[in-house]
């Protein structure tokens, strides 16, 4: 009996499938494999938030001493935190993406703009696309940053690195961070932090595109439509615009956690006024050394991906 009313159940949720527009079934079935893959990657990248913005607490640890250190802390749900923002917001991002980026392209074609009708006009509105999904999923981006960047230790100085302990807000979920944020800051206290991630996207893009196309030249013809070479020269050419893009990650990052950071001898934690006093100030009071930090989990993650 329960077997026959799982399989009818079963029958019934593929005819629904079935029905859906290509879009839809395709943003389901990308959702779906987003979500597992950001899931197998969520504890390095809580590594990563915590190497760029907990500064004066796993600065001098590498990534096998800070996993240690949150599993001691926070317990293996701790590699979690901040995970779930990161998986609602694969959905909307993808579609806003993928939908956007026709309207800019036409748009672009119909204006006669003199970029042509090739990769470049592509190029653009991929990065308008990228831009406009950006700012309309930015706040849970924001959340998935704090949420990771909180450490569960009362008996430590972690919250207060040299400075000693200090009060930072607790937050229990996705929704307590964004009304904390509109509260602090209205609108703009759920964009802290938007200026370097826009300003990286078509730096990132354009030079992703072109490394890309670089690599492929040195590709045989014979081999240059296949999966086997599309993969690892995808993933390349990304690292590359990644690592070159970097600092921008890393100014993004404490830009979100300001609050939640002791406070400046002005009385103060906003640190940074912008993107570029941002990347003056952490080379001025951190070292350059540290608009680079965790960088090195990006390279594991495509090194991992390769062996796969």
């Known amino acids: 009996m329960g077997s026959s009313q799982g399989s009818t159940l079963s029958a019934d949720v593929m005819s629904l499938v079935d029905t859906l527009p290509v879009l839809a079934k395709t943003l389901i079935a990308g959702g779906a494999a987003g979500a597992i893959a950001k899931t ?178 040195h590709v045989p013809e014979e081999h240059q439509n296949s999966v086997r070479m599309h993969l690892p020269c995808g993933a390349l050419a990304g690292l590359f615009g990644q690592t070159i893009t970097y600092p921008l990650d890393v100014v993004r990052r404490q830009m979100q956690v300001e609050n939640l950071q002791p406070m400046t001898s002005e009385g103060n934690n906003k640190r940074y006024k912008n993107t570029f006093d941002g990347l003056n100030t952490i080379v001025r009071t951190q070292g350059w050394k540290q608009l680079f930090a965790g960088l090195s989990i990006n390279y594991i993650k495509v090194n991992q991906m390769k062996k796969q």
């Open 40 to 217: 197998a990657v969520a504890p390095l990248e809580r590594i990563k938030i915590l190497l760029q913005t907990r500064t004066n607490d796993f600065k001098t640890l590498g990534v096998s001493q800070s996993l240690k250190k949150v599993l001691q802390f926070d317990g293996p749900l701790g590699f979690y935190k901040g995970n779930g923002a990161s998986v609602i917001r694969i959905i909307p991002y993808a579609a806003l993406h993928y939908m956007t980026y026709e309207v800019y392209r036409d748009w672009i074609l119909e204006k006669n703009l003199p970029l042509g009708s090739g990769p470049i006009v592509d190029l653009v509105a991929g990065s308008a696309a990228g831009g406009t999904a950006v700012l309309c999923t930015y706040p849970l981006d924001l959340a998935r940053t704090k949420l990771a960047y909180q450490v569960s230790d009362t008996r430590q100085s972690l919250r207060g690195g040299a400075n000693g302990f200090y009060r930072q807000p607790t937050y229990s979920g996705i929704k307590e961070v964004l009304a904390m944020a509109y509260k602090e800051g209205g609108p703009r206290g759920l964009y802290r932090g938007i200026g370097p991630t826009l300003i990286g996207i078509l730096p990132y893009a354009g030079l992703k595109f072109y490394i890309y196309e670089e690599l492929k030249r």
